[in-house]
């Protein structure tokens, strides 16, 4: 069979943006609906007045999945964003402590022995150890682990010894250091996953070693540019990118995806749905009560969920003289993330994190000004702060945190323009279930087969992809998710017979089909 077959993406964030531009460069017919007015989803642009700010992710490691996604569509990565190293990697700041790490080993281990005598040699253990396990845990990131039977191949065999899925985060940096800062330095990456590190399973210590062994990276404009650049691709093979167009329902028949339908009320048919919206949001949203049997509102309700942030855009009148990112730790951090995850409370005594990218990217602001990003981990909406009435509040305690540090004393008088974002509005305008905005949490019970999977349970020529779905959350595990879902919706259609065109590379040449 040769008629071109029909994929229809709902939501234009990270994931679905990949999908689309996968299954657009391999001759499928591509439409992507998304909500919003513009792409990317919490990887979008945030835009006041001349100021320029990511919405959300701003550390972007590995880049050469980037590559291979756009190698794979006959596209270079290169020719959209122009990507350049940081260096250092972030600033810590502990107390009148203040911490520089960076991806240079030799410097690393000289700057550890500096702040933290003796623990020199944990790192050189932690970056030994930790790159063994990512080499076994790698392959699993790669394909889809939807039954039981999936965990007696070979790979997974190889990996289990060594994935300390039974440790925590905060258990296996204990291993290597003894000094509880250095411990925070190498755990607080938990809170990608919006996840406590005396609570992450152990496998994740593998973050802070990816930032370490492959380094951090800033596209000029913003992380948002990825986006931006997979939309213009999509489009460059006659997909539609439709803006401001939401989804409504998910429509089926006999027990598969047949098509959407839109908010405007227009039926739009397809033969493939994949679903790219918060997946929380998505199940009990795009489908009518009743429809859905594993994923009900009741189910839905009971699974773990990530914290939630606040979220400062700053335009300040002035130039900041601080690194790309840094984060400012509580004096009792792990008192602070215990009333994050586990009570439900804001911390009286919070970290920061603060995103200075005009450090090494003039176009975010006007000359001589600074576009100032500052993030405030605290629970999602099933804690008990009423944000009608905390956000004021919140404001002002990150201020005066902020009028701590040197570089930004008085900063509060030099703000000439902001914007503000909750848990409730991360739910209310965003569409984020419960404002968890790293969407479902990684415990043990929510990985590998036990997560929702990338071909959807519940409905046939129906895929995930996202933060929701397998691998999990973070922007390279997003990107893997619509690598395998793709993956996987191709290969049912070349077993029923249809013949997937050839515009891009055979699959020996590209990365897509390892």
């Known amino acids: 069979m040769t008629s071109r077959r029909k994929a229809i993406i709902v939501g234009a964030g990270p994931g679905g943006l990949a999908a689309g531009m996968l299954l657009a460069g391999r001759g499928y017919e591509v439409t992507v609906y998304e909500k919003q007015s513009y792409v990317g989803g919490r990887t979008s642009r945030v835009e006041l007045g001349e100021y320029r700010f990511d919405r959300g992710a701003t550390f972007l490691m590995m880049p050469e999945l980037l590559e291979e996604l756009f190698t794979s569509v006959n596209r270079s990565l290169h020719d959209y964003v122009d990507l350049i190293e940081l260096d250092p990697l972030y600033r810590l700041k502990f107390g009148d402590v203040s911490f520089e790490a960076t991806s240079n080993r030799e410097l690393m281990k000289e700057r550890i022995e500096q702040y933290f005598p003796g623990n020199g040699e944990g790192y050189e253990r932690f970056m030994k150890e930790e790159k063994v396990k990512f080499d076994r845990i790698s392959p699993l990131l790669k394909r889809p682990i939807a039954r039981l039977t999936d965990y007696i191949r070979s790979d997974v065999l190889k990996a289990l010894p060594k994935l300390n899925a039974m440790d925590t985060v905060y258990g296996r940096l204990s291993k290597y250091y003894t000094d509880e800062r250095l411990k925070y330095a190498f755990t607080f990456q938990a809170k990608y996953l919006g996840m406590s590190p ?127 990112h840094t984060v400012l730790f509580s004096d009792d951090y792990k008192k602070n993330v215990n009333e994050i995850t586990k009570l439900g409370v804001l911390s009286d005594d919070p970290s920061i994190y603060v995103h200075n990218p005009g450090i090494n990217d003039s176009t975010l602001a006007p000359q001589g000004k600074t576009a100032l990003f500052v993030l405030m981990p605290v629970p999602n909406l099933t804690g008990e702060t009423d944000w009608s009435e905390a956000s004021g509040r919140v404001r002002e305690r990150m201020l005066e945190r902020l009028e701590q540090e040197s570089e930004l004393s008085g900063i509060s008088s030099r703000i000439e323009i902001e914007e503000m974002v909750t ?92």
């Open 423 to 514: 848990p409730q509005d991360w739910q209310d305008r965003f569409h984020v279930y419960q404002g968890a905005t790293f969407n479902l949490a990684h415990s043990l019970d929510q990985m590998m087969h036990l997560r929702p999977h990338n071909r959807f349970e519940e409905l046939g020529n129906c895929w995930l992809v996202g933060g929701g779905t397998h691998p999990g959350s973070g922007l390279p595990t997003i990107w893997e998710s619509a690598r395998i879902s793709v993956k996987q919706l191709m290969e049912q259609d070349q077993r029923a017979g249809y013949r997937i065109d050839s515009t891009v590379r055979t699959s020996e040449e590209v990365t897509l089909w390892r």
């Open 198 to 324: 005396w609570e992450c399973p152990g496998t994740f210590s593998i973050l802070s070693y990816l930032e370490h062994e492959y380094g951090l990276f800033h596209p000029i404009g913003g992380v948002n540019q990825i986006c931006t650049a997979m939309a213009e691709v999509i489009r460059e093979y006659g997909g539609k990118v439709e803006t401001s167009c939401g989804v409504k329902k998910v429509l089926h028949r006999n027990g598969k995806a047949i098509g959407v339908q839109l908010e405007n009320g227009e039926r739009m048919d397809a033969d493939h749905v994949v679903i790219n919206a918060d997946f929380a949001t998505a199940m009990t949203h795009l489908f009518e009560p009743g429809e859905l049997k594993k994923y009900t509102p009741e189910r839905i309700a009971r699974k773990k969920y990530s914290c939630s942030t606040v979220m400062l855009y700053l335009g300040i009148d002035r130039k900041v003289d601080m690194p790309h």
